[in-house]
């Protein structure tokens, strides 16, 4: 069936570096993509998706190319922040379906 | 924009008792709601699928007797955790889909952290 696979954590870094987060997905037809961020003790919020593929998704300096080639939808920042502190979940939804799969979850931590 | 809105963020209680969780969409009809569990640094597990007016779908595993869904409205879905042990204590998510945007992402609620002692 469809699945997510996600690069799990955690992942430490500094202030200002740069984060990269992978997710590759399998899947027949044709998906919708999404990342999810959680805070601490908060539920999921929706980040960005991308629902077709070559379509980015971008929100608060957060990026996402849904490739098709390469069946990935990996997460980016150029500059990470103390407050993007939380665990991001890649998820799809199947075309035909209603439900959404999600990945295992990235913690991410950002020190000052 | 869209909210679900998930009752109580926090449960306490004894094994044994039945607890109910509350999903609603306040600014939105949802024909359609989804139940989630989520173990301590793990994803999501999708528990049901929840629909209006009719008997809820669940997911292999997971049991109907223990879990009891019923989406009487538009608007509301209430999870039921029959007879509650310790290996019942999870995060529970809700999310609901607007019946009027079907292509539109699911809502998620922020949550019900349920402790059985």
């Known amino acids: 069936g469809d699945s997510v696979t996600q690069m799990e954590g955690p992942v430490t870094l500094s202030e200002e570096a740069f984060l990269t987060i992978n997710c590759t997905y399998t899947?027949?037809?044709?998906?919708?993509l999404f990342w999810y961020v959680q805070y601490p003790g908060e539920g999921l919020q929706l980040l960005l998706k991308?629902?077709?593929?070559?379509d980015k998704g971008s929100n608060k300096g957060f990026e996402a190319t849904y490739r098709k080639e390469t069946t990935s939808f990996h997460l980016e920042k150029g500059s990470v922040q103390v407050s993007d502190s939380a665990v991001y979940f890649c998820?799809?939804?199947?075309?035909?379906?209603?439900?959404?799969?999600f990945g295992a979850g990235t913690r991410l931590t950002v020190k000052p | 924009g869209a909210v679900v809105s998930q009752h109580p963020s926090r449960v306490i209680c004894k094994s044994g008792t039945s607890v109910k969780i509350e999903c609603r969409s306040l600014d939105f009809q949802a024909t359609t709601m989804f139940w989630y569990r989520q173990f301590p640094k793990k994803s999501l597990m999708l528990m049901a699928t929840?629909?209006?007016?009719?008997?809820?779908?669940?997911e292999q595993g997971v049991e109907k007797d223990k879990f009891l869904i019923n989406h009487a409205s538009l608007t509301l879905s209430t999870l039921t955790v029959t007879s509650a042990h310790p290996e019942d204590s999870s995060f529970y998510i809700c999310?609901?889909?607007?019946?009027?945007?079907?292509?539109?992402?699911?809502?998620f609620g922020d949550g019900t952290r349920l402790s059985i002692l």
């Open positions: 998820a799809l939804r199947p075309y035909n379906n209603n439900d959404m799969r």
């Open positions: 991308a629902t077709k593929a070559d």
């Open positions: 999310s609901a889909r607007d019946r009027f945007n079907r292509n539109q992402p699911q809502h």
């Open positions: 929840s629909n209006e007016g009719s008997k809820a779908t669940y």
């Open positions: 899947a027949t037809g044709y998906p919708s």
